[in-house]
């Protein structure tokens, strides 16, 4: 059975860092893309990052450029996030999702349960 | 940004057939899917593909279209369904809607 366990969130003010993790079991985490999708509350969905299986490429939405960085363990099956320079707007649940392709068109097929991420001072 | 647009909600009866819209404001080809979320708990996937339904999802889910157009429709509606619906495209980036909440009458 696949498994995602999301920790690491918590209540941090504006500017700080905190770095999520997400705890994998049941498949062969070297072999799939990952993927970090967040929800605001009482909001909709938005991707932030993706990284590769071998981990040599990192994708991440426009806004957390150059703010937070994807990367994996394949060792420990393990995704991380870390979010430096954090703003309010960033406030939501992350989740953690494998990710499979269908002629190249990527979907998320195991969610976590999720962590939730609040920025406020 | 490719932006997605659902109607915000809809009301049905069990054992209705029910078609839950998503408008891409470019052409995806079949690079839509389909997401189910109750609340408190995190996305399932339904539907990949556009019409592909993922393995231990009911068959009374189904997903159609192309370019920008797409549906996911629930023949029959069960009082289980009551979620809300997202429709994602990864023809651009990754980019989600805004979601459909579906109520049962």
């Known amino acids: 059975e696949v498994q995602l366990v999301e920790s690491g969130g918590g209540l941090v003010q504006p500017g700080r860092s905190l770095k999520l993790s997400c705890a994998a079991s049941g498949f062969t985490f070297s072999n799939y893309g990952m993927h970090w999708i967040r929800q605001a509350p009482t909001k909709g969905l938005e991707w932030v990052a993706s990284?590769?299986?071998?981990?040599?490429?990192?994708y991440y939405r426009d806004s957390v450029k150059g703010r937070f960085t994807i990367s994996r363990d394949n060792a420990k099956s393990t995704l991380y996030l870390q979010m430096d320079s954090l703003r309010s707007e960033d406030t939501a649940t992350y989740y953690c999702?494998?990710?499979?392709?269908?002629?190249?068109?990527?979907?998320?097929?195991?969610w976590g349960q999720g962590v939730m991420v609040t920025v406020s001072s | 940004d490719t932006v997605l647009t659902q109607s915000p909600a809809l009301a049905v009866s069990p054992g209705e057939r029910v078609t839950i819209s998503c408008r891409a404001s470019?052409?995806?080809?079949?690079?839509m899917h389909w997401y189910q979320q109750k609340p408190g708990q995190q996305p399932k996937l339904l539907i990949y593909?556009?019409?592909n339904l993922e393995s231990g999802v009911p068959a009374r889910f189904s997903g159609s279209g192309s370019g920008t157009d797409f549906t996911l429709t629930i023949d029959p509606v069960e009082a289980d369904d009551t979620a809300t619906y997202f429709c994602?495209?990864?023809?651009?980036?990754?980019?989600f809607g805004a979601g459909t909440k579906l109520e049962l009458k």
């Open positions: 990284i590769s299986p071998s981990g040599g490429s990192t």
């Open positions: 994602q495209q990864s023809w651009n980036d990754h980019t």
């Open positions: 999702a494998t990710g499979d392709t269908y002629y190249g068109y990527t979907y998320f097929d195991y």
């Open positions: 593909g556009a019409s």
């Open positions: 470019e052409s995806v080809s079949t690079g």
